[in-house]
């Protein structure tokens, strides 16, 4: 599932609490992800499922369920 590994790769990359990442959780409210974060938080994604995501995408990304739907819409 996509969710688990989205999951997965936001704990490594800004080194929360697991239990704080649910699909409906907002980034910057909840999970507290700056700009630096952000984009670290992108190189990783791109690397684990080997896309390109577009600057124009990064806006739309406000919750954990964005980052998964954008996901699963790009990933064959």
Do not use: Q, R
């Amino acid at each position: 599932m996509t969710f688990e590994k989205v999951k997965e790769i936001i704990v490594d990359t800004i080194n929360c609490d697991e239990s704080e990442i649910t699909m409906d959780a907002k980034l910057k409210e909840d999970l507290n992800i700056d700009s630096l974060d952000s984009m670290e938080l992108v190189m990783a994604l791109e690397e684990a499922y080997g896309i390109t995501i577009e600057e124009s995408a990064l806006g739309s990304f406000e919750s954990v369920k964005n980052i998964v739907e954008y996901i699963d819409s790009h990933v064959a």
